[in-house]
């Protein structure tokens, strides 16, 4: 399986925590949950990828700008449609046990309209139908790609892997070949999210600006 965008830094990225009591191969769910209540964690970005616990860098200010760009569009469909919900900031999304995993996507998509009751308090064993990854600097592309496996062999029908820097969209399912979707084309929600359609350019499109897509201003250089 390919990233899906034509972007990804190479070296920096993730930092592998291990060797330590708890923090190597083999951690549980239970173990993450107490960990991150520790106040040298309460400011870290925290997955947990098969018992391995990954401490993620702040993602920066192109990658925040991605993600509300991705709300917005997805927040005008559930306006327009009247189904859904999205989970943001990281919802922790648990993917397996024996070895438990724990990841983070940007923006998460949910099928249901629920009461606030409904809406779990900790992490989710209910996954979405959609889950969205936002590309930053700090990004290795075999990273990307693990999780995007993990996203779906765990049953999650669609992922979407935005990079705001090549202002591309990979668009990832189970059994299918991977599309990469440029800006002079169109975004679809297929029967995930039925009636969604956006042009990739609509999308990174930035309010009060009359924009130029990404061919155009390297012609311009």
């Known amino acids: 399986m390919s990233v899906g965008t034509k972007r990804l830094a190479v ?9 330590g009591v708890g923090m190597g191969e083999g951690m549980t769910v ?8 520790r106040e040298e964690y309460a400011d870290k970005r925290l997955e947990l990828d098969e018992g391995r616990l990954i ?21 005008r469909y559930i306006e327009a449609s009247g189904v859904g919900r999205l989970a943001i900031n990281d919802p922790g999304l648990i993917l397996g046990r024996n070895p438990d995993t724990v990841r983070a996507p940007d923006v998460a998509y949910y099928r249901e309209n629920v009461s ?9 064993e209910r996954l979405p139908q959609l889950v969205v990854e936002v590309v930053s600097p700090t990004d290795r592309p075999n990273e990307v790609v693990r ?23 990979g668009v990832y399912r189970r059994g299918r070949e991977p599309q990469v979707l440029g800006e002079g084309e169109v975004l679809s929600g297929e029967e995930v999210l039925p009636g969604f359609s956006m042009a ?13 897509t990404k061919e155009q201003e390297e012609v311009r250089r």
């Open 11 to 19: 070296d920096a990225g993730r930092e592998v925590v291990g060797d």
């Open 30 to 37: 239970e173990e993450f949950l107490a960990l991150s209540q």
């Open 55 to 75: 401490i993620m860098p702040p993602a920066g200010d192109l990658h925040g700008t991605g993600c509300w760009l991705v709300t917005r569009a997805l927040t």
């Open 116 to 124: 606030w009751e409904a809406i779990p308090r900790g992490l989710a």
């Open 147 to 169: 999780k995007v496996q993990q996203y779906l062999r765990a049953g999650i029908a669609m992922v979407w892997v935005v990079d705001p820097e090549d202002r591309t969209v």
């Open 200 to 212: 990739v350019a609509e999308l990174f499109r930035l309010p009060g600006t009359v924009q130029e």
